[in-house]
């Protein structure tokens, strides 16, 4: 059965850091691209990074671009967000999210998905 | 950044009658269009991917159809546990989008 666990959220003061972790197990990790998306309260699904499955292709949305940073340990199973310069309006759930029907470069649709770690960025 | 639009903002209908979807994008996305339902506490449920076609374990209730700018999910006959908000996703081009969704409601 395929898990995705994601970790590492809480609350974080403006302009400090955090690690999102994403652990994968029942299924053959290295065969997928893995994207972040995250959920504002009360707001709709947002997209935030994709890597593909040899980490030949990551990208990032505009708002979150050299402030976060995408990575992947096909040897671990795991993939990371690390998120740095937090703002308030990156308050949101982040899930982790397997992609189907690849393009070959990490984009596609999300058929599995985390239970979502809750990242709260307030003084 | 492709746009896409949802309406209406909610619809509230009775168990059985049909419910119509639509999503519109600021720019063609061909076929790149996927639906998804989600519940409170809950992350999204892929429903329909490719525009049209059904995602495993999906009713067959749920069909999507469209191409191009103009898209539609629609729900033949509503079960109670259709309740939910739907959102589409456009995968054709960085950076991916999704709409604001349609709050499904059941009377």
Redesign the interface.
Known sequence: EVHLVESGGGLVNPGGSLRLSCAASGFAFSSYSI?WVRQAPGK????VA?ISRDSTYI?Y??SVEGRFTISRDNAKNSVSLQMNSLRTEDTAIY?CARV??D?GYG?????Y????TLVTVSA | EIVLIQSPATLSLSPGERATLSCRASQSIRGHLAWYQQKPGQAPRLLMYDASKRATGIPARFSGSGYGTDFTLTISSLEPEDCAVYYCHQRADWPLTFGGGTKVQIK
């Open positions: 994207n709709g699904p947002q997209w994709a990208y949305r505009e899930y189907e029907v393009n984009s596609g649709y999300y058929q998905w985390g239970q979502g």
